[in-house]
């Protein structure tokens, strides 16, 4: 079946992105000012550290795996897939090694045929890196996934048909959640040149190979 937003009910959303990699000692820093909350590391096993508007709510569910890999191997890009819900029209995922199914919106690999799977995961800035910087450009502020290059989730291949980017207001209501069987909807925060605060979410989408 498609499990679709109530688009009647305006929501904030948060995804992927509200984070930013540090040195230790800068995070303990930040984190007494009470702007920042210590969280865990990186790909790199650095340090990360949520900004304030961006701190996972544990009634979020979420686990880092159980839902077997992420593979965008043009990019690189091998992690586990966990998951998480919707909490109040906020997603955030809590950690930066892994890729996360949104349950509570769409449905599972293994049940593609009945809607779409989105997938949502860190990208960091100041030097971080979380899933979601292998499917960066930021330099051009583009996918590096490119229409025919293939996903694998939970070992049922997508490939991707293109790319958007869409503002943080913009998400709630676009088209992408309207639960279309057989796509794959991925989504991360497009971090930007100058280092500053991402604005934007990429949203890469894929067709399940037949």
């Not at 009647?8 to 984190?31: E, K």
């Not at 960066?136 to 502020?141: G, L, M, N, R, Y």
Request: proline share 7%; glycine share 10%.
């Amino acid at each position: 079946m498609k499990r679709q937003i109530d688009t009647r009910v305006r929501r904030r959303w948060f995804i992927a992105g509200g984070a930013l990699a540090a040195l230790a000692l800068t995070a303990g820093v930040l984190a007494a000012t009470g702007a920042f909350t210590p969280g865990p590391k990186d790909m790199n096993g650095n340090p990360v550290i949520y900004e304030a508007d961006a701190v996972p709510d544990p009634a979020a569910s979420a686990v880092p795996d159980g839902n077997g890999r992420f593979v965008a191997s043009t990019v690189g890009l091998d992690v586990p897939v966990g998951s998480l819900d919707a909490v109040d029209g906020v997603v955030t995922p809590p950690g930066f090694t892994s890729a996360y199914l949104i349950r509570n919106y769409g449905v599972t690999p293994k049940e593609a045929g009945l809607g779409t799977v989105y997938v949502v995961m860190h990208s960091l800035r100041n030097g971080g890196n979380g899933p979601g910087n292998a499917l960066i450009d930021v330099e051009q502020e583009k996918a590096r996934l490119v229409a025919g290059d293939t996903i694998d989730v939970d070992d049922v291949t997508y490939r991707v048909t293109g790319s958007q980017h869409l503002s943080k207001e913009q998400l709630p209501t676009s088209e992408i959640w309207a639960g279309t069987p057989n796509t794959l909807v991925v989504i991360t925060c497009l971090q930007r040149p100058d280092g500053a605060p991402s604005t934007d979410n990429l949203i890469i989408t894929a067709e399940r190979e037949q």
